[in-house]
């Protein structure tokens, strides 16, 4: 790892290509509910977060949205024009603001994409696998698991990549994020609230008690974060660590 504040997929580069990339890669900071990618519009740039996150949403016919997955860290938003689909039925929203950097498509497709020898190329495509994976297992989660271990489940996954505490969040946010009315979500709160495990106030989100908030998970945010680990081969979340740690 270097001491730059950096997206785990660039940091995992040589020196060599990091530096070939350097003029197209664009330092800024993200804001809540910005959005990066609009459905059915052409994808432009690719966004590789660092202590911000994101989420892709699904629109369903009654015009409400579910999220599909989420990227921080360890990712990279647009996996979609690496697939080769010049746009998507799906949105991708700023869920916590932060930083990262931001680089043109079609600088993307001719020094990534089109180069045999980028090492970019082949994590991108790793993660893809590992993002596509946890589009399946919301499915299944949001199918078999109860709102609780849902609301775990989403707030670990969150947590884990904000790598803070605390943080802005709305309620009508997070019911938007797993698919149900607010009351079913303010109920779940209060009742993770009374346990100990969060504390909401004023559009604030803390997670209280973190090792408990994963706990009380389904089983689908280890398998979750067990695909991204392969993208590097050892676990991506000790790896945010020591990027921490440097600044």
């Known amino acids: ?12 580069l040589s ?17 809540l509910s910005e959005v990066l990618i609009k459905a059915n519009e052409p994808i432009t740039h690719m966004f590789f977060p660092y202590d911000s996150v994101t989420s ?39 869920q916590v603001g932060g930083k990262g950097h931001r680089m043109n498509a079609k600088d993307f497709k001719r020094e990534v994409m089109a ?15 590992a993002f596509l994976v946890m589009t399946s297992l919301v499915a299944a989660c949001n199918r078999l ?24 969040m709305r ?16 109920k779940a709160a209060s009742a993770l609230q009374a346990e100990g495990l969060i504390k909401y106030s004023r559009g604030h989100l803390t997670i209280l008690d973190p090792p408990g908030v994963a706990a009380c998970s389904c089983e689908c945010l280890e398998l979750m974060e067990k695909q991204f680990d392969r ?11 020591s990027a921490d740690k440097e600044q």
């Open 1 to 12: 790892m270097n001491d730059r504040q950096e997206n785990l997929l660039l940091a995992s």
């Open 15 to 31: 020196r060599k290509e990091r530096e070939r990339l350097e003029p197209f890669l664009h330092p800024v900071e993200v804001e």
């Open 56 to 94: 892709t949403l699904q629109e369903l016919s009654d015009g409400s949205t579910i999220e599909t997955g989420l990227m921080g860290i360890e990712g990279m938003i647009g996996i979609q024009f690496w697939l080769g689909m010049p746009s998507t039925p799906t949105e991708t929203i700023v």
């Open 115 to 129: 180069n045999p020898d980028s090492r970019l190329d082949t994590l991108v495509g790793r993660y893809t696998h």
């Open 145 to 168: 698991h109860t709102v609780d271990q849902r609301m775990c489940r989403w707030l670990k996954l969150l947590h884990n990549r904000v790598r803070r505490n605390s943080f802005p």
């Open 171 to 186: 309620q009508e946010f997070m019911a938007m994020m797993l698919g149900v009315y607010r009351e079913t979500l303010s």
């Open 231 to 241: 993208i590097f081969e050892q676990p991506w979340r000790d790896l945010a660590d």
